[in-house]
């Protein structure tokens, strides 16, 4: 019988972790939009995104970004699964294809109240935060 409910309840965890990420995309996006000249500023041409990749899986503070967003970028992270609202999938085009450049460094700098998303002002300079936009861009945003 235990065996039984276990099965049940592995099968049940399975779907519903399965339908949630169907409908992790598109995202509804709440994020307060950047000011105008900073949404349209993009500053990643003369960015690293090799050093943005370290970054994103290893050196950010105060956590990692693939922590959340996860190392293929999809938001689903160990601990972004249990975030409400979820980290931002970046590679759903449907919802990043309304996020500029100058937006996610916007974001990242300062954060997003109310949500697990930090601001890293007082730990990334603004050249990192471009490292780390260049290698998002470049790995996911379609
Ligand atoms: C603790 C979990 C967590 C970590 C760590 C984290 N994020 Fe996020 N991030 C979120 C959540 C949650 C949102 C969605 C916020 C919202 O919808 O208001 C988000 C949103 C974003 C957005 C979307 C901006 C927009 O306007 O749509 C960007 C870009 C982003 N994060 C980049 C990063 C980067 C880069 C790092 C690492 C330096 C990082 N995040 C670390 C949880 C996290």
Redesign the pocket.
């Known amino acids: 019988m235990k065996k039984i409910i276990l099965t049940v309840a592995l099968i049940t965890l399975a779907f519903t972790t399965s339908s949630w990420a169907a409908t992790n995309c598109p995202q509804p996006?709440?994020?307060?939009a950047?000011p105008s000249n900073i949404a349209s500023k993009d500053m990643t041409a003369k960015a690293s995104a090799a050093n943005g990749k370290k970054?994103?899986n290893k050196s950010?503070k105060?956590?990692?970004?693939k922590?959340?967003?996860g190392d293929k970028g999809d938001g689903m992270?160990k601990?972004?699964k249990a975030?409400k609202?979820?980290?931002?999938n970046?590679t759903c085009s449907d919802?990043m294809k309304d996020?500029s450049a100058g937006?996610?460094f916007?974001?990242?700098k300062n954060g997003?109240a109310?949500?697990?998303?930090?601001a890293?002002k007082k730990t990334?300079k603004d050249k990192q935060?471009w490292d780390?936009?260049k290698y998002?861009r470049e790995s996911w945003v379609k």
Do not use: D, E
């Open positions: 996006r709440k994020t307060k950047a970054l994103y950010a105060p956590l990692a970004c922590m959340c967003h992270g601990l972004g975030l609202p979820n980290p931002r970046f919802t996020v937006q996610m916007w974001i990242i997003s109310g949500t697990g998303m930090a890293h990334l935060i780390v936009v998002i």
